[in-house]
């Protein structure tokens, strides 16, 4: 099982990133997919969630910005983020689930600065 992320990189405030984790080695049309979030001394986060028949959550903060989605047909999931602000800055990463299947993929570093 692997989860791949990636789309990561500078922006400036106000500016628009997509990140992007494909799955391999699972059924991924089975898994609840998530984005969690970890900015330095700060405790990792749930940003955006999907479940396997498409609905979705969000953080608080990111609501109306952010907005997760999913390609079951490339076994990938999205997080389309857009007015970006310094606080968003952190290493985010993709979580599948699934009863009690779970993995991590590897983070990808999103910094929002000027």
């Known amino acids: 099982v692997q989860l791949q992320a990636s789309g990561g990189g500078l922006v400036q405030p106000g500016g628009s990133l997509r990140l992007s984790c494909a799955a391999s080695?699972?059924?991924?049309?089975?898994?609840?997919m998530n984005w969690y979030r970890q900015a330095p001394g700060k405790q990792r986060e749930l940003v955006a969630s999907?479940?396997?028949?498409?609905?979705?959550d969000y953080l608080d903060s990111v609501k109306g910005r952010f907005t997760i989605s999913r390609d079951n047909a490339k076994n990938t999931v999205y997080l389309q983020m857009s007015s970006l602000k310094p606080e968003d800055t952190a290493v985010y990463y993709c979580?599948?689930?699934?009863?009690?299947?779970?993995?991590w993929g590897q983070g990808t570093l999103v910094t929002v600065s000027s």
């Open positions: 979580y599948a689930k699934a009863g009690i299947v779970s993995r």
């Open positions: 999907i479940t396997a028949g498409g609905s979705t």
């Open positions: 080695g699972i059924i991924f049309s089975r898994f609840a």
